[in-house]
Structure formats: structure tokens, C-alpha cells
């Protein structure tokens, strides 16, 4: 069984449909796979209508999260919750709250590239974007690719949209312990993501994961495109030592990224157990 567990469509910042994702899910020979867009549930319909049988679809989102950095400052962490109610109004509200950070904030990032002469226009790049999708910074990197202004999202992210660079501009993301507790409280299953993801920046200590494990993190991403081999060594001792369940995904972006669905996979206990806890919290939350 092949499971690939983080994925993103046109619904956040990757280049397929929700339907061509599924449709690539299912040529690239795999089971199951979960979409997780940036801040939002708008893909899942789609997504769900496409699945063919024999294939199983994971409903979740990636969540836009910080968390201290132990030095009085934050940095930027990414949390999966799975199969979380998508009725519940406090996490549907935080997302709403997140999406429009990300259009205010990307707007900004046009704004101040226009503003030195690059060939961007703020409005329509928030304009061509469906409703309900997640606003990023891959958007704008794709603009300048189509203006010429650079050959490639990647030279887009090292010239001009790293984080801490000119155009950058910040978020209000969420408490990563609140989020934690936000996903539990609707039935989901918290997992953290790329937590040693470290050309994105600085990542979180140790410390950090066992305080989140005890705010009620359920597991870590230890597979994933930009681990290293010692990273995911520490990761999985780490996760064994705090008994959080460990998974393996692509974090798949279709063209804006070069992760191919399936690169990384999870263990097929692993989901078993990710299933559990949210039916586990099903039944508590009908017995009250
Ligand atoms: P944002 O959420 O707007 O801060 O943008 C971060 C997103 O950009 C991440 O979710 C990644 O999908 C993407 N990203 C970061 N670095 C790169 C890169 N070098 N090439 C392509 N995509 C990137
Ligand atoms: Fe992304
Ligand atoms: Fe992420
Ligand atoms: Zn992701």
C-alpha cells in the first residue's frame, strides 16, 4: 500500500486541480493520498468527486502556524491536522482569518515590487485567484516567471521572496500550541510538518515538540523531500521517546515544486493509527 499524506492543489500554492491531483495520485500507482492546502478546505469537494474506487482521499489542510523560537522571537512552523470536523467554526474561522493575512500580505509583496519598477500588478495577481484558495508567495514567484523577470519559481524564491529578504513582508500566523489544541477540538489529527525543514530557516527544538506533544500533537513528519538522513534519524528517535506516530510524505506542489508524488510515503500503521484517534474522538465527541 503506497500513501502519500501531504499534497497540495490550486486550492494553496500547487499547480493541479484537486481533480488532476487525484488523477495524478492514481497514475502514479498510489492508495492513498491526502490533500492538505494551505489554510483552506476548498479543494476536498473536488478532490472527493474525482477519487476512483480503490483509492482512498484523506481530507485535510496544512496550517500556517508559529512558534517561539526560545530566544524572545518566532519562527514560522507548519501544522497537518487531519480529518478534522469541517463544521467546527473556531478552526473555519482561523482559516478564514489566515487567507485573508495571505491575501493582505501578498498584496503588500506585489505592491512593494511594483513599486520598483518590477512588472507585477498587485490586484489582478489576487484577482486570478479562485475563491477560498490560499493566497502565497508562490503565486507572485509565478508572475514574475510569466513577466521573465526570472526562468523559474525556485530563482523567484532566492532572488526576490525569501524570507527576511527586500519584498518580504510577515504574518499573523497562529499559536502553534493553540493550533495543536484547535485540530483536537474538532476531531482532527495534529501532525507536524517538515519540522527539520531547514533551508526554509530556522526549525524548532526538541523542546518544542514535547511541549506540543503534551498540548496533544499526535505525530511528526519525519519523510520528507527536505529532510536530511540525519534529521530524520533524530526526528524518529525523538518521535519513539515522546510516542508520537511518524509519517512520510512529497509535500507535492506540481510544477512549483520538484517533489513528485509519492517521493516520500507513509507506513500503513501509521495511518491506521492517524484514523483511529480521529474516530477515537468521533465517539467521545457523539458520547459527550
Ligand atoms: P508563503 O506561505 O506565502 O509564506 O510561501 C511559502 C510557500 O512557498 C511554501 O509553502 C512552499 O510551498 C513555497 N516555497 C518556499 N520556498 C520555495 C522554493 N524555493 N521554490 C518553490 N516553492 C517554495
Ligand atoms: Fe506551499
Ligand atoms: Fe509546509
Ligand atoms: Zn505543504
Not at 480529518?83 to 512593494?112: G, I, K, N, W, Y
Not at 513582508?169 to 517538515?194: F, N
Request: proline share 5%; hydrophobic share 40%; with cysteine.
Amino acid at each position: 500500500m503506497r500513501i502519500d499524506l501531504h499534497t497540495h492543489s490550486t486550492a494553496s500554492d500547487g499547480t493541479d486541480t484537486p481533480a488532476e491531483l487525484v488523477a495524478t495520485a492514481v497514475a502514479a500507482g498510489l492508495d492513498v493520498i491526502a490533500l492538505t492546502d494551505h489554510d483552506t478546505t476548498a479543494g476536498w469537494a473536488e478532490a472527493v468527486d474525482a477519487v476512483p474506487a480503490g483509492v482512498r482521499l484523506i481530507r485535510g489542510a496544512e496550517f500556517s502556524c508559529t512558534a517561539p523560537d526560545g530566544r524572545g522571537g518566532h519562527i514560522s512552523v507548519h501544522l497537518l491536522g487531519y480529518l478534522f470536523d469541517p463544521a467546527s467554526e473556531a478552526l473555519m474561522a482561523e482559516q478564514a482569518r489566515l487567507r485573508e493575512e495571505r491575501r493582505v500580505r501578498l498584496h503588500t509583496m506585489a505592491q512593494r515590487m511594483a513599486a520598483d519598477g518590477f512588472p507585477v500588478d498587485p490586484d489582478a495577481l489576487l484577482d486570478d485567484l479562485p475563491q477560498h484558495a490560499s493566497a502565497g508567495r508562490p503565486h507572485l514567484a509565478r508572475a514574475l516567471v510569466s513577466a521573465g523577470v526570472v526562468g523559474s519559481v525556485d530563482e523567484a524564491f532566492r532572488r526576490y521572496l525569501v524570507t527576511g529578504g527586500r519584498y518580504y513582508t510577515g504574518r499573523a500566523d497562529t499559536d502553534v500550541s493553540a493550533a495543536v489544541r484547535m485540530v483536537r477540538a474538532a476531531g482532527g489529527v495534529p501532525v507536524l510538518a517538515h519540522a527539520m525543514a531547514r533551508r526554509r530557516g530556522p526549525v524548532v527544538g526538541p523542546g518544542v515538540i514535547d511541549e506540543l506533544a503534551a498540548e496533544g500533537l499526535a505525530g511528526v513528519e519525519v519523510d520528507h523531500p527536505d529532510h536530511t538522513g540525519e534529521d530524520r534519524a533524530a526526528l524518529r528517535d525523538l518521535a519513539a521517546a515522546l510516542d508520537l506516530l511518524t509519517t512520510g510524505s512529497s509535500d507535492y506542489h506540481g510544477a512549483n515544486k520538484t517533489a513528485y508524488l509519492g517521493q516520500e510515503t507513509t507506513d500503513p500503521e501509521a495511518l491506521e493509527r492517524i484514523e483511529e484517534l480521529a474516530a477515537r474522538s468521533c465517539i467521545a465527541a457523539v458520547g459527550g
